[in-house]
């Protein structure tokens, strides 16, 4: 519910910034193999949950390095990724990307990144309207999820790095959604390198041990907070279900930090809170 209301907020933003005319591009050297890897990786558990079929295809001369905005290029990327998930029961999801010749500009190039699904496609009255602001098909509709937002922006964010977004549906059969942009080739010399990824695996050596207690009647609200806390160094942690037991706790134990939850029973947190400060 959260990730879905932050995903609202953030198309109505992107669309604030869209009217305002105060969107702008922050162009790059980047690597496309590896940005089609990371949308590869952020899609790939939720569609074998649903048990369709998953492939990410791009020929060997493709060039690995260009030049655009890589966070515009991926929100594109998400957005119909993300359509395609929600709308595809059975069959297959694909990426293709591939490049060709721009028959406006004979010497230049085009990067063509295709979002193909068997899901239940669009009638020709649908398409036409596909890309207009907080417009959603009956299926889009029927989901209850969405703003209708997504591929407005998306078609935004296209024209903006020079190109465009075209879409081809059979309703019944599923949808072709081809993004044209202009292929600007980077050397890898210029390739902006990320930092390599880090995790935190404890506290800096040479501290004492930090006790922390954990207190939430809800199990699955402890698990994922004792989960994370435990796996670090340097920390002790312990659990109570409701304010008596973090009082009891705290009294034989004197941890240095409790999460400490506001709605228990038999004693919330505001009652244990006070008690507790009643004898520090």
């Not at 790939?44 to 949950?49: A, F, K, Y």
């Not at 293709?96 to 009255?125: A, I």
């Not at 790095?161 to 309703?171: A, C, M, N, P």
Request: glycine share 8%; proline share 4%; charged share 25%.
């Amino acid at each position: 519910s959260g990730e879905h209301l932050l995903a609202m907020i953030n198309d109505v933003l992107d669309l604030s910034k869209i009217e305002a005319g105060r969107v702008s591009l922050h162009l790059a050297n980047i690597d496309l193999f590896r940005l089609l890897h990371e949308v590869e990786d952020i899609f790939r558990l939720r569609i074998e949950e649903k048990r369709l079929t998953f492939t990410v295809s791009a020929p060997p001369d493709l060039p690995r390095f260009i030049c655009t905005d890589e966070g515009r290029l991926r929100q594109i990327l998400l957005n119909l990724l993300s359509n395609a998930v929600k709308f595809t029961e059975r069959g297959h999801i694909a990426i293709r990307v591939t490049q060709t010749l721009d028959s406006d500009q004979e010497t230049s190039h085009l990067l063509l990144f295709e979002v193909e699904d068997t899901g239940h496609g669009m009638t020709p009255e649908e398409v036409a309207s596909l890309f207009d602001m907080f417009v959603q098909t009956k299926t889009g509709r029927d989901s209850l999820q969405g703003t209708g937002l997504g591929l407005a922006i998306s078609r935004k964010f296209a024209e903006l790095l020079g190109g465009g977004i075209t879409v081809s549906s059979e309703f019944g059969t599923g949808s072709t959604f081809c993004v044209r942009l202009p292929l600007l080739e980077a050397t890898a010399a210029a390739q902006e390198s990320p930092l390599p990824p880090r995790r935190v695996i404890g506290l800096e050596p040479g501290q004492p041990r930090y006790k922390i207690l954990v207190v939430d009647d809800k199990k699955i609200n402890r698990l994922l907070l004792v989960k994370l806390l435990a796996s670090l160094d340097g920390l002790d942690v312990r659990e109570a279900a409701n304010g008596q037991e973090a009082v009891a706790i705290w009294d034989a134990w004197l941890p240095h930090l409790i999460w400490m939850d506001m709605r228990m029973p038999l004693m919330d947190g505001y009652v244990a809170t006070k008690r507790i400060k009643q004898t520090v």
